[in-house]
């Protein structure tokens, strides 16, 4: 027998009442003091702490008497230096015997032509025609997440460029569609 949405609500509906029907029973309906556990009888004082040391150095610090170094304390910012009181001026600190950090690794490279791209069937993934960059007749048909030459993954195929990474490296980078010359 089939139920229908508005019997279904009203099966849920039923059972949520009957669950907070139940809280309250069992958590407000009870007396505050009975689930508490705390009576007089098991009372037992707390190990507290002797503050009269903390009275005694908050006095003392109350007796200090603020001295000022010659700067306000109410403005942002550095004490003025006057002109007079500076040396020589310094020239920055340049350090020539450094080794100096490697060069940034080069981005992927595609040693393919990009000439145009397709969907086979209509409306399915798109795929790209590569040929190689020395002049050679064979053309490699790829789609996104295809391998190239062993080493650079096809990310994404766009209609006027194709995104790839080289997987050895992990540097992407990018071809633009190139338009043959018209004859």
Known sequence: ???????????????????????????????????????????????????????????????????????????????QVEAANRGPARKPFVAYNLPQPPPPPEPAKLPMVFFGYGMLPAGGARQAFLKEEPPGEEVHIVSEGDVVLNHIRILRIGNERIDFEDTITGQRGSKNLEVPPSA
């Open 1 to 79: 027998m089939a139920q229908t949405t508005q019997q279904k609500e009203l099966i849920a509906l039923a059972a949520l009442v009957v669950i907070a029907g139940s809280i309250w029973y069992f958590h407000v309906g009870r007396s505050t003091t009975a689930s508490s556990g705390l009576s007089a009888n098991n009372y037992s004082p707390i190990n507290a702490q002797d503050y009269g040391r903390i009275f005694v150095d908050l006095t003392k610090a109350q007796g200090t008497e603020y001295k000022s170094a010659g700067r306000n304390i109410f403005v942002m910012g550095a004490l």
